[in-house]
């Protein structure tokens, strides 16, 4: 089951915030955020394991709420860097059966 | 070092060929995966492979036939190639030890086009 992202697209001044979310009707093992600019590959940003985690890097930040079945990518104070699609990639467990994406949200930051 | 490559990256066919795309990690992963990613920009997993073991996407026609020579291989090889298959493919790899999942690594992406 494909994991729901929202908004589809947001357009932010430089030094704004940005939340970016991803919601699944099934139970999760793990959440993976991914970010792709335009003809890259999606580069890992971070990985949220149930638990109800929390992780951060620079001003990136994500939290995983396993009872809700939902995760929250924060980005503070952006720049113009962080322009590109973010995706969330969900597992719910068992096997190596790879990440179920969302259809990803696209990000513009303008100067 | 490149982690996760793929040749070609670019392949324009003609439609009813066979190509292959190659792939190759170097991080000592022992799963690897096959994404396939539309016009759109939605990214789907079409296999993934992990200790010989192979897990197919229901939804991925049998003209698509991944291969792994070796741990650090996993090659797709697609028959009689349709206009749909026009895509972006990427293969993936990551660390999958006693249970331990790791971070998933993406390769640079092979973009099809069939005429």
């Known amino acids: 089951q494909q994991p729901v992202q929202s908004p589809q697209a947001v357009i932010l001044r430089e030094g704004e915030d940005a939340v970016i979310n991803c919601s699944s009707s099934k139970a999760l093992y793990s959440v993976h955020w991914y970010r792709q600019k335009h003809g890259e590959a999606p580069v890992f940003l971070m990985i949220l394991l149930k638990g109800g985690e929390q992780k951060g890097h620079d001003k990136i930040s994500a939290s995983f709420n396993e009872k809700k079945q939902q995760s929250s990518l924060y980005l503070t104070a952006s720049q113009l860097s962080y322009s590109g699609t973010y995706f969330c990639?969900?597992?719910?467990?068992?096997?190596?059966?790879?990440?179920?994406f969302g259809k990803g949200t696209h990000l513009i930051i303008q100067p | 070092d490149t982690a996760v490559s793929q040749t070609p990256k670019y392949l324009v066919t003609q439609m009813g060929n066979d190509k292959s795309i190659k792939c190759e990690q170097n991080l000592g992963h022992d799963t690897m995966y096959w994404y396939k990613q539309d016009s759109k920009k939605f990214l789907k997993i079409m296999f993934s492979?992990?200790?010989?073991?192979?897990?197919i996407n229901e939804t991925v026609p049998n003209r698509f036939s991944p291969k792994s020579p070796d741990k650090a291989h996993l090659n797709l090889h697609i028959n009689s190639l349709e206009l749909g298959d026009s895509a972006v493919y990427f293969c993936?790899?990551?660390?999958?030890?006693?249970?331990?999942?790791?971070?998933?690594?993406f390769g640079p992406g092979t973009r099809l086009l069939v005429l």
């Open positions: 990639g969900t597992e719910k467990g068992g096997g190596a059966d790879g990440l179920t």
């Open positions: 492979y992990n200790n010989k073991e192979l897990i």
């Open positions: 993936a790899s990551r660390p999958w030890t006693s249970g331990i999942r790791g971070t998933q690594y």
